[in-house]
């Protein structure tokens, strides 16, 4: 029988709501045992959050980024491609005119560096791999996209 995985967060926050929607505090924080990184979270400023806090749209959209290039990693270390760099710059949308709201799409733009000699259609193809082995994009129901841009490294 395979391993099931489970994962724990334990969030707290204080405050009151009795003076309505637009007074109540929107600062919590969030743990993720065992870590103790404590994460001071808000909900975003179009919701009367505090701007410099991050919120838990952004947080999504950095979790599937994050495991866009986890996945990718591993998949190109197994196939012996030598990454180099890889950054992103991605996106999530969540208009407000469609109910329930949501995040409807994602777009990942990671610039991807290699080493000379990599077969670029080999790196694209391993891109889509770890899109389809990406846990965090086989969980969420937007539509996630992916616009890689891949470089090979120049010698210095």
């Known amino acids: 029988m395979a ?54 749209e952004q947080l999504l959209l950095a979790s599937a980024s994050s495991c866009q290039l986890l996945s990718f990693l591993a998949v190109a270390a197994r196939s012996r491609i030598d990454v180099l760099a890889y950054e992103d710059d991605a996106e999530a949308v969540m208009p407000e005119d469609q109910q329930p709201m949501r995040i409807t799409r994602i777009a990942l733009r990671p ?28 969980t969420i129901n937007a539509e996630i996209v992916i616009e890689p841009i891949i470089e090979v490294a120049t010698a210095a």
Not at 26 to 54: C, K, Y
């Open 111 to 138: 610039r991807i560096v290699v080493a000379a000699g990599a077969d670029l259609d080999r790196v694209r193809r391993l891109v889509t791999k770890a899109h389809d082995d990406c846990f965090i994009a086989n």
């Open 3 to 56: 391993p099931t995985h489970s994962y724990q967060s334990r969030l707290s926050w204080r405050g009151s709501t009795g003076l309505g929607y637009d007074s109540y505090e929107r600062t919590h924080s969030i743990m993720v045992p065992p870590a103790g990184v404590e994460l001071v979270m808000s909900s975003d400023v179009a919701f009367n959050g505090d701007p410099q806090l991050p919120n838990p």
